[in-house]
Antibody, heavy 117, light 107 residues
Framework: QVQLVQSGAEVKKPGASVKVSCKTS????????MHWVRQAPGQGLEWMGW????????DYAQKFQGRVTMTRDTSIRTVYMELSRLRSDDTAAYYC??????????WGQGTLVTVSS | EIVLTQSPGTLSLSPGERATLSCRAS???????LAWYQQKPGQAPRLLIY???SRATGIPDRFSGSGSGTDFTLTISRLEPEDFAVYYC????????FGQGTKVEIK
């Protein structure tokens, strides 16, 4: 069965970077794009971008360009999302989600990133 | 960027009632590439509807989607206790954007 398992919660100081991982199983890793979506506490969903695990190509939401980097390691079927220059309003749950013909059919369990001094 | 506006913000209904949720786009959504997701507290979102009206695998037929262009609707024909949750629309015709969500709560 398809599974997306994300890394654990993180606490970071303003200005630092965070790297969240999403380990996949149960399907052909290089056959599906992977998206990242975040959700601030009590707020809605915000799309951050996607990565093509086959080529490594990426597309980032304009809001995050210059601060976000999505990468992958095909040998361990894992994608990563790194966000730099963290601010307090980056405090959120970060989700990876598999793209099946443009819609997000499987999601990770979420990783809470807290930015606090 | 396409902005999606969902209404109402909160819908207070009783089990067995019909729920009608609206999602309006700031410009036409290409090929009606519009999806609906359900999210319960502490859980990741779950895909319900894609391409405006197609149900995802395993989704009960009490959930239906309709609409085209800029106006879309999610209908839950008879609310079950497990349907009380927050619902988001998302367009994927031009990049990706989500609506702000509609909470369906027990009256």
């Amino acid at each position: 069965q398809v599974q997306l398992v994300q890394s654990g919660a993180e606490v970071k100081k303003p200005g630092a970077s965070v790297k969240v991982s999403c380990k996949t199983s149960g399907y052909t890793f290089t056959g599906y794009y992977m998206h990242w979506v975040r959700q601030a506490p009590g707020q809605g969903l915000e799309w951050m971008g996607w990565i093509n695990p086959n080529s490594g190509g990426t597309d980032y939401a304009q809001k995050f360009q210059g601060r976000v980097t999505m990468t992958r390691d095909t040998s361990i079927r894992t994608v990563y999302m790194e966000l730099s220059r963290l601010r307090s309003d980056d405090t959120a749950a970060y989700y990876c989600a598999r793209d099946a013909s443009r819609v997000l059919d499987y999601w990770g369990q979420g990783t809470l990133v807290t930015v606090s001094s | 960027e396409i902005v999606l506006t969902q209404s109402p913000g909160t819908l207070s209904l009783s089990p067995g009632e019909r729920a009608t949720l609206s999602c309006r786009a700031s410009q036409s959504v290409m090929k009606n590439y519009l999806a609906w997701y359900q999210q319960k507290p502490g859980q990741a979102p779950r895909l319900l509807i894609y391409d405006a009206s197609s149900r995802a695998t395993g989704i009960p037929d009490r959930f239906s989607g309709s609409g085209s262009g800029t106006d879309f609707t999610l209908t839950i024909s008879r609310l079950e206790p497990e349907d009380f949750a927050v619902y988001y629309c998302q367009q994927y015709g031009s990049s990706r954007t989500f609506g702000q969500g509609t909470k369906v709560e027990i009256k």
